[in-house]
Every structure is written in C-alpha cells, then in structure tokens.
T-cell receptor, first 114, second 106 residues
Framework: DTGVSQNPRHKITKRGQNVTFRCDPI?????LYWYRQTLGQGPEFLTY????????KSRLLSDRFSAERPKGSFSTLEIQRTEQGDSAMYLC????????????FGQGTRLTVV | GQNIDQPTEMTATEGAIVQINCTYQ??????LFWYQQHAGEAPTFLSY??LDGLEEKGRFSSFLSRSKGYSYLLLKELQMKDSASYLC???????WGAGTKLIIKP
C-alpha cells in the first residue's frame, strides 16, 4: 500500500493520559499536514511540515500538542494530559511541495478521551 | 481574519444538477481546492482552481472568481453515490470550510 498510513486507527484513553499518533506519508511527498476533525465540521488545521521543518502551527493549538518529523519521513503527533475536548478524528495528509497539488489523506486516528 | 463559508446542507434529486457555493477571506491566495468526504472516510481531492473561470472534469466542474472571493462546485447528473460532504479549502490547504452535506434523493 503506497498511500498515507496512520496508526493506531482508534485510541481510547483516560483523561490526563498522554497519547501519540504516527503518520507515514507517501514516500516522495515533502509536505505533511495534521488536522483535527469533529462530527459535522471540516478539517481544522493543526500544523504542517515541509521535509523535517515545522513551518506553521495553528494558533488554536494548545501547548499540550506537539508534532515532530525528525527525518522528514514519518511524523508523530503527541497530546499530553488529554482532555475530553480532545476527542476527535486526527487526520494526516501529505502532498508534494507545490501549493497547487492535492493532499492525500490517511484514514485517520479516532481518539476518545473518557 | 481568515475564514471560508459554505452552506451546511443541500438536498437534490438523482439525475439533477446542484451548485455548492464557497466564499473565502484569506490573507494570501494560492488556489482553492474542493474535496469530497463520504461519512466515516477521509477527504479525497476533486478539483483545484487558481485562475478565474470554470474548470470542467467529467460530471464535476469548479468555478473561481478571485475578485469576489467566491467559488462553486457544480455536480451534474447526480448519482446516489454523490451523497457526501463537499469541502472547500484555501490557501495551501491550511484553512477549510465546515463542509456542505449533500443529500441525494431518488
């Protein structure tokens, strides 16, 4: 499978715990995006990387969220001290560096905080 | 501020034509994207417009007016499988609308 892969697909965690999600983009893609999506809403931009550089981070993103892409390949998104409001689908997408190219999405990680 | 507005929901009849509008206010502009998202699935790319005018791609067409900050997605010969949410996004896919849920009736 040469598409975008996200793991795990589902995560249930207790409030206050830390969680980490992984995204493996399409190999030749330089850009990698993280989004959060709740029911009935569009994807909410969290952050994006071009190669290993984190170029932009949403001002709405709290300090509990951090993302890395250490070698410009896979990326991880960590949420510390999870809250019930963090329950959502976390989507990863990748694209080539050109701004006019489509993004390819993974199937997402559904987080439920109980 | 930056934002993208779309109608929340639209209903159309199988075989008909529907137009889904999108208005945007962004600090920069590098093209506008349309994506389709079926319930429980990830968004998939439909179209990209960076210049004014109509781009046609089979049953789907997309229009852009940069001076008006306006785009629409036109779906022809609607099929039941077109029931989905349609999302517009700009620029560089960092800002997304909430999506328009399209319901197709027989």
């Amino acid at each position: 499978d040469t598409g975008v892969s996200q793991n795990p697909r589902h995560k249930i965690t207790k409030r206050g715990q830390n969680v980490t999600f992984r995204c493996d983009p399409i190999s030749e893609h330089n850009r990698l995006y993280w989004y959060r999506q709740t029911l009935g809403q569009g994807p909410e931009f969290l952050t994006y990387f071009q190669n290993e550089a984190q170029l932009e981070k949403s001002r709405l993103l709290s300090d509990r969220f951090s993302a890395e892409r250490p070698k410009g390949s896979f990326s991880t998104l960590e949420i510390q001290r999870t809250e019930q409001g963090d329950s959502a689908m976390y989507l990863c997408a990748s694209s080539s560096v050109r701004g006019d190219t489509e993004a390819f999405f993974g199937q997402g990680t559904r987080l439920t905080v109980v | 501020g930056q934002n993208i507005d779309q109608p929340t929901e639209m209903t159309a009849t199988e075989g008909a034509i529907v137009q889904i509008n999108c208005t945007y206010q962004t600090s920069g502009f590098n093209g506008l994207f349309w994506y389709q998202q079926h319930a429980g699935e990830a968004p998939t790319f439909l179209s990209y417009n960076v210049l004014d005018g109509l781009e046609e791609k089979g049953r789907f067409s997309s229009f852009l007016s940069r001076s008006k900050g306006y785009s629409y997605l036109l779906l022809k010969e609607l099929q039941m499988k077109d029931s989905a949410s349609y999302l517009c996004a700009a620029p560089d896919q960092l800002i997304w609308g909430a999506g328009t849920k399209l319901i197709i009736k027989p």
